[in-house]
């Protein structure tokens, strides 16, 4: 048995005792540690259905923890390593981590590095798993000597972790951000300047003035297309959300008449060595204290009062979950 959160499509989230089975082909037992709130926590919460693919469901795309069992087949982790899983389908269409034991599939594990404490690892998440992904892709394309780089949801998980990676690596890191009362904490982070998101939020024109070599982008809809056109020749935008929209309303001009490149971004499906490099990334450039500046830390109960805040876009940095309280 576990203690867990469980979401019903039918009744109110709760935690619960729920059954934990033993890992079959390819799965891991983990002893989780810590969890976090992330944007698709709080729609499973809601009932999403896009997200919730089963009912009912334990909510949480993150597990950290240390590996209690193995199944068969498994190889690459081992009972006693300490691990962190990001997304692979958790808190979707199998439980998450919301729980104080999970069965996972080992493949999508990675063993977490000494230097990375599980409550650290908690923090990065899937927002700053994503965020690395996200920088070892526009990397690929945009070195600092091209110019200023853009992130845009500046304050929330993903931007939180971008901003100091790319600033690590020598980037001019403007943060674009609804919420302009944090500027000393984005520039704390690295960032040299700190834009309201309305600048870029509104339809405008398909072909702008090129001001960004580069963006991070995890809101989509106009801004998305805002970015894309407004990006210098040969530059690149990576996209790994859509708070603002879905949709994507631009044109091919960006591509055709500037060469700008965009990057999709998808951090369920990453393969285990992109998995492994991105942690290598975030291990080796991320600061912890920058990180703990921005990240608070809440019990389970607390963590489901989160959820509608989550997906109002009203929390600031990292919630990370200790699954035993």
């Given at each position: 048995?576990?203690?867990?959160?469980?979401?019903?499509?039918?009744?109110?989230?709760?935690?619960?005792?729920?059954?934990?089975?033993?890992?079959?082909?390819?799965?891991?037992l983990v002893d989780v540690t810590y969890?976090?709130?992330?944007?698709?926590?709080?729609?499973?919460?809601?009932?999403?259905?896009?997200?919730?693919?089963?009912?009912?469901?334990?909510?949480?795309?993150?597990?950290?923890?240390?590996?209690?069992?193995?199944?068969?087949?498994?190889?690459?982790?081992?009972?006693?390593?300490?691990?962190?899983?990001?997304?692979?389908?958790?808190?979707?269409?199998?439980?998450?981590?919301?729980?104080?034991?999970?069965?996972?599939?080992?493949?999508?594990?990675?063993?977490?590095?000494?230097?990375?404490?599980?409550?650290?690892?908690?923090?990065?998440?899937?927002?700053?798993?994503?965020?690395?992904?996200?920088?070892?892709?526009?990397?690929?394309?945009?070195?600092?000597?091209?110019?200023?780089?853009?992130?845009?949801?500046a304050s929330g998980g993903v931007g939180?972790?971008?901003?100091?990676?790319?600033?690590?690596?020598?980037?001019?890191?403007?943060?674009?951000?609804?919420?302009?009362?944090?500027?000393?904490?984005l520039q704390a982070l690295g960032a040299?300047?700190?834009?309201?998101?309305?600048?870029?939020?509104?339809?405008?024109?398909?072909?702008?003035?090129?001001?960004?070599?580069?963006?991070?982008?995890?809101?989509?809809?106009?801004?998305?297309?805002?970015?894309?056109?407004?990006?210098?020749?040969?530059?690149?935008?990576?996209?790994?959300?859509?708070?603002?929209?879905?949709?994507?309303?631009?044109?091919?001009?960006?591509?055709?008449?500037?060469?700008?490149?965009?990057?999709?971004?998808?951090?369920?499906?990453?393969?285990?060595?992109?998995?492994?490099?991105?942690?290598?990334?975030?291990?080796?450039?991320?600061?912890?204290?920058?990180?703990?500046?921005?990240?608070?830390?809440?019990?389970?109960?607390?963590?489901?009062?989160?959820?509608?805040?989550?997906?109002?876009?009203?929390?600031?940095?990292?919630?990370?979950?200790?699954?035993?309280?």
């Open positions: 048995m576990s203690r867990a959160v469980l979401v019903s499509r039918s009744t109110a989230p709760t935690i619960t005792e729920v059954d934990v089975p033993d890992p079959g082909e390819g799965e891991a969890s976090s709130v992330n944007y698709k926590d709080g729609l499973a919460l809601a009932g999403d259905p896009g997200v919730a693919r089963i009912d009912p469901l334990v909510p949480g795309v993150d597990v950290v923890g240390t590996v209690a069992g193995v199944g068969p087949g498994v190889h690459d982790v081992a009972i006693g390593d300490r691990v962190t899983l990001n997304g692979a389908g958790a808190g979707e269409h199998r439980h998450g981590g919301w729980t104080t034991r999970a069965v996972v599939p080992a493949a999508s594990l990675v063993v977490l590095p000494d230097a990375v404490s599980d409550d650290f690892a908690a923090a990065i998440g899937t927002a700053g798993f994503t965020a690395a992904l996200s920088v070892l892709a526009l990397a690929r394309f945009v070195s600092p000597a091209d110019g200023p780089v853009v992130v845009t949801g939180s972790v971008a901003i100091p990676l790319l600033a690590a690596r020598g980037y001019a890191v403007t943060a674009s951000t609804g919420r302009l009362s944090n500027r000393a904490s040299t300047d700190v834009v309201d998101r309305a600048t870029l939020s509104e339809p405008g024109r398909p072909m702008q003035k090129a001001v960004w070599a580069g963006a991070v982008d995890s809101v989509g809809g106009a801004t998305l297309a805002n970015l894309l056109a407004s990006t210098r020749w040969g530059g690149a935008v990576t996209a790994c959300g859509l708070a603002q929209d879905v949709q994507l309303p631009t044109t091919v001009l960006p591509f055709i008449l500037r060469g700008v490149s965009l990057l999709g971004i998808n951090s369920v499906d990453a393969p285990a060595a992109l998995r492994r490099a991105a942690w290598d990334l975030l291990a080796a450039d991320l600061d912890p204290r920058l990180l703990s500046r921005v990240t608070r830390t809440v019990g389970l109960e607390d963590a489901i009062a989160l959820g509608p805040d989550v997906i109002a876009g009203a929390v600031h940095g990292r919630t990370i979950v200790d699954v035993t309280r």
